[in-house]
């Protein structure tokens, strides 16, 4: 297996040549990046267009995303460095070389909330109906930005045998990424490993939930609703998904995956609770 090749032996799907990155005019372009502000612009234009959907002005989102988008890089690098910072501690200035990896979706996910609720504040607009329209743009960020950790060969779990298995060349990884675990299962003279895609596990688990919300909107009884959905939706995909990957964030001196408490905590229990609160607030003053 050559060291560029992706293969998903159990669908017959054996990709060769998948590069991480492109020259153009000398200048090196990394595919996760490019796929990153893709997944950003799509988010953008579907949040804008469902603006104009129901009677909002277009206009807002759109200077929304550019403030959006850069707390939003900032805080999926800072999230990263925190709870990476046994290495950062002695390597401080690769703290800013973002070339290099090292943006963690949750991080982006509160920093853009965190946007939301001051961005509304001052331009006096509703947080849970601008939460309602962005959330819908978010996830579909989230489901194009996924296949960024495709190309660069990262977010993968455990060794598996399942349908969706995916076989990658060693040396295209980072070590620190090959558990004992799916090394156990290379036999000798084998180049490769073969390991859960978690990476496409997220993006289908959110391409069910945005057309979860895409339903609910028309039929929501509350503004926020839908960003509830998603907090909810979101975090019980990721809590059983992170589960599986082999690059957890862990928190320090407890040893416990950050992204998974976060998804229990903050969307599970968060976003069900507001749901919960506000159903029953609604029947009882109906």
């Known amino acids: 297996m050559d060291v560029k090749d992706i293969a998903f032996p159990h669908l017959e799907?054996?990709?060769?040549?998948?590069?991480?990155s492109f020259e153009v005019f000398g200048i090196s372009i990394a595919v996760y990046g490019m796929v990153i502000a893709f997944g950003m612009m799509a988010g953008v234009l579907l949040a804008a267009y469902d603006a104009k959907k129901t009677g909002q002005d277009p206009d807002i989102y759109w200077d929304f995303a550019l403030?959006?988008?850069?707390?939003s890089i900032i805080g999926a690098r800072?999230?990263?460095?925190?709870?990476?910072?046994d290495y950062y501690k002695d390597h401080l200035l690769d703290v800013f070389k973002l070339r290099q990896g090292g943006l963690a979706i949750y991080g982006g996910v509160i920093a853009a909330f965190l946007t939301l609720f001051i961005y509304g504040k001052r331009k006096k607009v509703s947080f849970f109906q601008m939460g309602d329209t962005g959330t819908k743009g978010l996830v579909l960020g989230q489901i194009i930005g996924r296949w960024g950790n495709f190309f660069n060969r990262e977010a993968f779990g455990g060794y598996t045998d399942n349908l969706f298995a995916m076989r990658l060349?060693?040396?295209?990884?980072?070590?620190?990424?090959?558990?004992?675990?799916?090394?156990?299962?290379?036999?000798e003279g084998i180049s490769y490993i073969q390991v859960h895609p978690t990476f496409l596990y997220e993006s289908l688990w959110n391409t069910a939930l945005l057309?979860?919300?895409l339903?609910?909107?028309?039929r929501k009884k509350f503004q926020g609703e839908v960003t509830c959905m998603y907090l909810c939706g979101y975090g019980v995909g990721r809590f059983f998904i992170e589960g599986l990957r082999t690059d957890q964030l862990l928190i320090p001196g407890i040893g416990l995956p950050v992204s998974q408490l976060l998804a229990f905590f903050m969307s599970i229990v968060f976003g069900l609770c507001i749901l919960v609160f506000e159903w029953k607030f609604r029947k009882k003053k109906n």
Do not use: C, Q
Request: hydrophobic share 55%.
């Open 78 to 85: 800072i999230y990263y460095v925190v709870f990476s910072w």
């Open 211 to 213: 057309f979860l919300m």
């Open 169 to 187: 060349p060693v040396e295209a990884v980072r070590s620190s990424d090959v558990t004992l675990e799916i090394m156990s299962h290379v036999e």
């Open 13 to 20: 799907i054996y990709l060769k040549n998948v590069p991480k």
């Open 67 to 71: 403030y959006a988008i850069f707390f």
């Open 215 to 218: 339903w609910l909107e028309p």
